[in-house]
């Protein structure tokens, strides 16, 4: 698809403490409290709405991932949603927001509403049930409160239309206003969690909500064989990644995040290490402090990851780069690549 990707990690800060997730920690949770701050946030924003109004072609779609920790427990995060929905950039902007869904349903229809007859604005919720903090049916009822939001058509379909506009120059009256999209994902941690995935997946047949499970990377996890099976035949892990080799030729690999030892082995794996990625140029990811990083694997502090590191977001014009650069990363899990190479 022919976009800009941009990964912003807007918070650490979470209301569930999650024993699988890295951001759970009680630490990174208080470490995020003193440094992270509505003026920041505000910076990030203006920045990247410059960028995006600036420097993008109208005729290139924006992917603007907003993650956390849990994005929604922000005060201010519905007016830094309005900012984006309503920016001058004559373009699509696809807006990702990733939630536990633990706010109200008046919160998240709101968030839906800024999004009504906005012909170039996507929304699609990822909503991730936990089974530790909520139950089925109070999880099941908030997604059925949204329902009047969401779009009838596939997901899928509305990319292909988004592509089409974005890349053909196709007038964009072609794209329809049904823009709001639901995603709902179970990570799997042990048999009962695949139940649970198969259960929703009943519920929300033939329906505009798709039910996906998410895969814990490096994290034990207590599955049978048979659930290992049926996941590594899943079509929701079968995003592929595709790596050109001088010459023209191509491999694809299927992009499959490793659910500790228990998928540990060379089904799925790649190491991008010694290949030139096109992270940093068209993708991107940003860090709550505002630090460009060319990928959200490459974020972090030794000499190595440095390498990695952009620049601050003040800088954004100049920080990305003009060229794929290698990649020093021993094992990929990301979806940002457009394609990468041999060195």
């Not at 976009?3 to 807007?10: A, D, E, G, L, T």
């Not at 349903?105 to 929304?123: G, M, P, Q």
């Not at 929703?200 to 099976?229: C, E, M, Q, W």
Request: glycine share 4%.
């Amino acid at each position: 698809m022919n976009s800009v990707v941009i990964r912003w990690q807007v918070t650490s800060l979470c209301d569930y403490q999650c024993d699988f997730c890295i951001q759970g920690s009680r630490e990174t949770h208080i470490l995020a409290a003193k440094e992270e701050s509505r003026d920041k946030r505000n910076e990030i924003t203006e920045n990247l709405i410059r960028y995006i109004e600036t420097k993008v072609s109208r005729r290139t779609a924006v992917e603007l991932y907003l993650i956390g920790g849990e994005v929604t427990i922000l005060k201010d995060f519905r007016e830094i949603l309005g900012r984006f929905v309503n920016c001058c950039f004559k373009g699509h902007i696809i807006i990702y927001l990733t939630t536990n869904l633990s706010r109200d349903s008046d919160y998240f229809s709101s968030l839906c509403e800024l999004f009504n007859n906005k012909r170039n604005r996507t929304f699609n919720i990822h909503a991730s049930y936990y089974i530790n903090y909520v139950s089925p049916d109070i999880f099941r009822s908030k997604v059925s409160s949204l329902s009047s939001f969401l779009s009838r058509k596939r997901w899928q379909d509305r990319l292909l239309a988004i592509k089409l506009v974005s890349m053909l120059h196709f007038p964009s009256r072609l794209i329809k206003k049904e823009n709001v999209f639901m995603t709902i994902g179970i990570p799997i941690l042990n048999d009962d969690s695949w139940r649970l995935l198969e259960d929703f997946r009943s519920v929300y047949h033939n329906s505009a909500v798709h039910v996906n499970p998410i895969i814990i990377r490096n994290y034990k996890t207590d599955l049978s064989n048979s659930v290992i099976g049926r996941l590594k035949k899943s079509r929701s892990l079968s995003r592929k990644m595709i790596v050109t080799f001088y010459g023209g030729r191509r491999r694809r690999y299927k992009n499959i995040q490793q659910l500790g030892i228990a998928l540990d082995d060379l089904d799925g794996r790649f190491s991008p290490y010694g290949y030139y990625c096109d992270a940093g140029q068209k993708c991107f990811s940003i860090s709550s402090n505002g630090d460009i990083w060319r990928c959200p694997a490459m974020s972090g502090s030794s000499s190595t990851v440095k390498k990695h590191f952009l620049g601050g977001i003040k800088d954004i014009d100049s920080a990305l780069l003009s060229a794929p650069e290698v990649c020093a990363a021993d094992h990929c899990s990301c979806n940002y690549f457009t394609t990468i190479r041999h060195a």
